[in-house]
T-cell receptor, first 113, second 114 residues
């Protein structure tokens, strides 16, 4: 069945360093890859997404890269700040019309001041 | 707009009890879904609906029922609660179309089954 693997499960970085979270998907028909951030006790919120016709997308300090051949995508956070501490989830979907999102197991990021 | 509203926020049940988790959205979204979140397991899709009168199973549907009689509401029913259903439940919705793939989540329901 469809599966999304996410690594690492926990990640600690010093403030100002970069953080990278990696996901691998199994369904080759997936073409939409969002990332959600969940702060402690809060609801998940979309922070960035990428479609299969794009290799990289940036939004200020965060970026997502996609390698369709290898079926993996990554979240990059530069110049990390304490407020980046949260759980991050990747997901994969076949896009509009299917409405089915398969999420990874999450990465708990801790930014140490 | 209130967005996606879930009730209750917390619930404790005894094994075998039944209950309904409520979810309502005021954004006129066609798609609504239920996820459960367990430590180390991420968000797993329970059931989803692409419109009033249409529902389908997700990854972990056993033990849960849903119905969608209106666009706004998508309740999740536990007919006979089991300890394995202890989890945090999130309802999420989105609009239709390729430009509207962002999921809007509710604030969650923390359920404990004793």
């Amino acid at each position: 069945g469809e599966n999304v693997e996410q690594h690492p499960s926990t990640l600690s970085v010093q403030e100002g360093d970069s953080a990278v979270i990696k996901c691998t998907y199994s369904d080759s028909a997936s073409n939409y890859f969002p990332w959600y951030k969940q702060e402690l006790g809060k609801r998940p919120q979309l922070i960035i997404d990428i479609r299969s016709n794009v290799g990289e997308k940036k939004d200020q300090r965060i970026a997502v890269t996609l390698n369709k051949t290898a079926k993996h995508f990554s979240l990059h956070i530069t110049e990390t700040q304490p407020e980046d501490s949260a759980v991050y989830f990747c997901a994969a979907s076949r896009g509009s019309g299917t409405y089915k999102y398969i999420f990874g197991t999450g990465t708990r990021l801790k930014v140490l001041a | 707009n209130a967005g996606v509203t879930q009730t209750p926020k917390f619930q404790v049940l005894k094994t075998g009890q039944s209950m309904t988790l409520q979810c309502a959205q005021d954004m006129n979204h066609e798609y609504m879904s239920w996820y459960r979140q367990d430590p180390g397991m991420g968000l797993r899709l329970i059931h989803y609906s692409v419109g009033a009168g249409i529902t389908d199973q997700g990854e972990v549907p056993n033990g849960y029922n849903v119905s969608r009689s209106t666009t706004e509401d998508f309740p999740l029913r536990l007919l006979s609660a089991a300890p394995s259903q202890t989890s945090v439940y999130f309802c999420a919705s989105r609009d239709r179309g390729p430009a509207n793939e962002k999921l809007f989540f509710g604030s969650g329901t923390q359920l404990s089954v004793l």
